[in-house]
Nanobody, 125 residues
Framework: QVQLVESGGGLVQAGGSLRLSCAVS????????MGWFRQAPGKEREFVAA????????VYADSLKGRFTVSRDNAKNTVYLQMNSLKPEDTAVYYC??????????????????WGQGTQVTVSP
């Protein structure tokens, strides 16, 4: 049963923008935190951003602050990742994930309970 579905990836030139979406199924609508991660070839999965359901509070990887923005529309059960000023090093598969636990926003992949299938983002020079 698919519970998280990402979309919006693609090929973009450096300096361009993309907005990723993550549709959340009814089953995990109560997820407390929603996170975005990415994984480039040969590298470990890394934290991008996360957002709390309760107050919309956000957390970002330090290296991405100012370029990436995470948001959520609880009525539409969708989480977004707006990516601006993209660089070739942003090329990766981007995943959204749901953390059902209440508490601190986590940046570790193992803390998240459900994952989407990922969407490819490729930034050309």
């Amino acid at each position: 049963q698919v519970q998280l579905v990402e979309s919006g990836g693609g090929l973009v030139q450096a300096g361009g923008s993309l907005r990723l979406s993550c549709a959340v199924s009814r089953r995990i609508r109560s997820a407390y935190h929603m996170g975005w991660f990415r994984q480039a070839p040969g590298k470990e999965r890394e934290f991008v951003a996360a957002i709390r359901r309760s107050d919309g509070g956000t957390v970002y990887a330090d290296s991405l602050k100012g370029r990436f923005t995470v948001s959520r529309d609880n009525a539409k059960n969708t989480v977004y990742l707006q990516m601006n000023s993209l660089k070739p090093e942003d090329t990766a598969v981007y995943y959204c994930a749901a953390d059902l636990a209440v508490g601190v926003v986590h940046s570790t992949p193992s803390e998240y309970d459900y994952w989407g299938q990922g969407t490819q983002v490729t930034v050309s020079p």
